[in-house]
């Protein structure tokens, strides 16, 4: 399999378990779950179109070996990713937040 592809395919099967981990622990969402689950999904897609587009500018335009570009995956998505779910995907106003048990 191709890298591009391999890391995609990784990408897609990592995705709902990400989903779930963030929801229940990284954010302690508890507002509506369709909403978060459409937001999340649009985040995804944002963030596949990034992994790929900033390995083909190491690959292509910086002439850099592959494994530089999954490098910079590394620290850029985690940052753009978090912030992304912070301040829009898992984002609560205070009258429609329901309380953890």
């Known amino acids: 399999m ?17 989903y779930v981990v963030h ?8 507002g509506r779950q369709f909403t978060a689950m ?18 083909h500018l190491a690959t292509s335009v910086f002439a850099s070996p592959y494994l530089v570009g999954v490098f910079a995956n590394w620290i850029v998505l985690p940052l753009v990713g978090y912030l992304v779910m912070d301040l829009w995907v898992f984002r609560t106003t205070k009258s429609r937040a329901r309380p953890r048990p």
Not at 5 to 16: E, G, I, K
């Open 2 to 18: 191709k890298p591009a592809l391999a890391s995609a395919v990784s990408f897609v099967m990592w995705t709902p378990a990400s």
């Open 23 to 30: 929801r229940d622990f990284s954010f302690l969402y508890a």
């Open 38 to 55: 459409a937001k999340f999904t649009v985040a995804f897609l944002v963030r596949l179109a990034a992994a790929a587009y900033t390995v």
